[in-house]
């Protein structure tokens, strides 16, 4: 493949990733903020909330609440990455950076031109990473909570369809995201410079690497298109290797150098070649998050509720086997967790497994007769009464009402379905324990 194939092919398949993972992640939020809780909220879904969950675990023995077991996987893999790869993550991952990237790009063809700070004040500024990210760790350890997630531009746009929780809770974030949008529009990734502590970290990190970039100055022209091309405001033209702390290994110098061999991606000093600089880093970063989802690590944290997976294992059965073993619907996914599972079971097999027949139960419960004997447990259940409910807990439904929380006006023919979700948010705001179970933010 010819030096400009090479060129063209990394600039289309870096793009192709930072727009998909942003439009994919978009879609998390959204599914997530519509009530579906298969998909993790935006605290589940970013590396930086894992470093904060490892270090509540370490001072109070608890990950976060709202946080995923699985994000302190994305913490480490993230790590992994930032040691081999330096700020690859940055580069070429980051959603929030991508949005940055594609509004600076935008600015520049509005503009026609490019808007820089002020070296001595773009020194002073850059330090302002660091400084967040040393308060955020702080706060993290001293209260065990997601303490940067009220500030936190990503989090509030994953919260822009919550529009009562963002103005309530992430009004802040809501601000810095608005000015990092706009920040972006003239300097260009404006809040990874300035105020990114993932950045920060990663930087730190970084500087273990042995991946940069080289410019061999017997082959350069002194074109200074790769000075131009960085988004990050790098002088690359008279640098023999980038090793700044502040190169995201993005690549864009190198896609844009006219000049092949003036501007090479090393690793340990041996070029490594363009598409290959694009490849390696993403694969270790989706195979280690792949790798540790095989294995088992995707449950929430704190509430050690079982997958599909996990229940089919511990029976010695096969996820299909599990399945017809239940009567489950085809459209459990093997990551779907014990309460929808038992939800999804029809009314006739709970009943099997409970030693009745449909009519029995129904009866039980005071469900019409006529209700279908594979109407999902769920549903099923949804329509008992508090009054039976009141009545199968030996209470009266006055007795039901304090204990779970509920309204003392409430009526007495109220379905469990109309209450439920305000039954479990009660009780887990009764047990203040971070990590009980995922937020339903």
Known sequence: MSFN??????????????????????????????????????????????????????????????????????????????????????????????????????????????????????????????LVLVLTIAMAWLTGTL??????????????????????????????????IVGSFFYERFFCKYLCPLGALNAVIGRLSRFSIRRDPQVCIDCSLCTRACPVNLDVEHAD?????????????VAACPREGALNFTIFHRK?????????????????????????????????????????DSSGLSVAEFKTMYDLPDGLGYQSKASEIEAAIPLAKMAELNGLDAAAIKEMLGLPADLDDQTPWGDAYGQVTLEKLAELNGASVEELLTAWGLDPDTPPETTWSAVQEQVELYFEAQSGTAGETESCE
Not at 78 to 88: C, H, K, M, S
Not at 241 to 246: F, K, L
Not at 288 to 301: E, L, M, V
């Open 272 to 312: 490594t070649g363009l598409i290959l600089a694009f490849l390696l880093p993403v694969i270790l970063y989706f195979g280690g998050i792949w790798i540790a989802q095989t294995i088992g690590y995707d449950r929430y944290s704190g509430k050690t509720e079982a997958n599909l997976r996990e229940m089919a």
């Open 5 to 130: 194939m090479q060129k063209r092919v990394f600039i289309l398949l870096r793009y192709f990733l930072l727009a998909g993972l942003f439009t994919f992640l978009s879609y998390q939020f959204y599914a997530h903020a519509m009530g579906d809780k298969l998909f993790p909220s935006v605290h589940g879904l970013c590396p930086f909330g894992g470093l904060e969950s490892l270090l509540s675990f370490v001072t109070v023995g608890a990950t976060l609440k709202k946080i995923f077991s699985g994000t302190m996987v994305l913490f480490f893999v993230f790590l992994l990455l930032a040691l081999v790869f330096n700020r690859a993550f940055c580069g070429l991952i980051c959603s929030f950076g991508a949005i940055q990237e594609f509004i600076g790009n935008l600015g520049r063809r509005l503009f026609r031109r490019r808007f820089l700070v002020p070296p001595s004040l773009d020194r002073i500024l850059r330090y302002g990473k660091y």
């Open 241 to 253: 290797t980038i090793r700044s702390a502040e190169c995201i290994s993005c690549g864009k110098c």
């Open 147 to 180: 303490w940067f997630a009220a500030y936190d531009p990503w989090t509030a746009y994953g919260h822009l369809i919550s529009f009562d929780e963002l103005v309530t809770s992430y009004w802040i974030g809501l601000i810095v995201l608005v000015l990092s």
